[in-house]
T-cell receptor, first 117, second 113 residues
Framework: EPEVTQTPSHQVTQMGQEVILRCVPI?????FYWYRQILGQKVEFLVS????????KSEIFDDQFSVERPDGSNFTLKIRSTKLEDSAMYFC???????????????FGAGSRLTVL | GNSVTQMEGPVTLSEEAFLTINCTYT??????LFWYVQYPGEGLQLLLK?????DKGSNKGFEATYRKETTSFHLEKGSVQVSDSAVYFC????????????FGSGTRLQVQP
């Protein structure tokens, strides 16, 4: 079964450093997403990406964050200057679009745990 | 805005016990509702979904019915197994055209043999 793969599974970084989290979505999917979950809290939407541009973003997704699809297969999340509060599990997801029932079914990766010291 | 509230965990049950995980939501219009499951070390997997009122989603013995009158989508299973131990997330997608899902905080289920 097709899957979304994320790397690294765990990254430890110093505050102020740049971090890039990588994702390989399912190959025929058109919509890509990043979510995050701070330990013990809700899974929060960060950003969605379609047709090589951001289609939606939340208030969490400020100027410290950026996304790109550099080569048609990878989908990356960059945090320019990490803060302690960026420590979280980051989930990538992709979807084909609107399914036959009208619901948008997302396939998620296993997550990348980011620890900022 | 949209929101999802789940019962807090962990929920600890013995094998073959009946499971209910409560989920209520706040949204305008007619959202689509989902349950996702996360097994240890894995990503979020879609467990079941319902797209309109009174729909019942079901998969792997789990069921949830979309109740618009009570704005609920409680997850149930008649007889849990140790292999059902995981974190369960309730989520909704609004009907405004936005594709982003709104998740609950997740409920950890531990099933003991």
């Amino acid at each position: 079964e097709p899957e979304v793969t994320q790397t690294p599974s765990h990254q430890v970084t110093q505050m102020g450093q740049e971090v890039i989290l990588r994702c390989v979505p399912i190959s025929n999917h058109l919509y890509f997403y990043w979510y995050r979950q701070i330990l013990g809290q809700k899974v929060e939407f960060l950003v969605s990406f379609y047709n090589n541009e951001i289609s939606e973003k939340s208030e969490i997704f400020d100027d410290q964050f950026s996304v790109e699809r550099p080569d048609g297969s990878n989908f990356t999340l960059k945090i320019r200057s990490t803060k302690l509060e960026d420590s979280a599990m980051y989930f990538c997801a992709s979807s084909a679009g609107t399914g036959p029932s009208g619901a948008n079914v997302l396939t998620f990766g296993a997550g990348s745990r980011l620890t900022v010291l | 805005g949209n929101s999802v509230t789940q019962m807090e965990g962990p929920v600890t049950l013995s094998e073959e016990a009946f499971l209910t995980i409560n989920c209520t939501y706040t949204a305008t219009g007619y959202p689509s509702l989902f349950w996702y499951v996360q097994y240890p070390g894995e990503g979020l997997q879609l467990l079941l979904k319902a797209t309109k009122a009174d729909d019942k989603g079901s998969n792997k013995g789990f069921e949830a019915t979309y109740r618009k009158e009570t704005t609920s989508f409680h997850l149930e299973k008649g007889s849990v197994q140790v292999s059902d131990s995981a974190v369960y997330f309730c989520a909704l997608k609004g009907d405004t055209g936005r594709r982003a899902l709104t998740f609950g905080s997740g409920t950890r289920l531990q099933v003991q043999p």
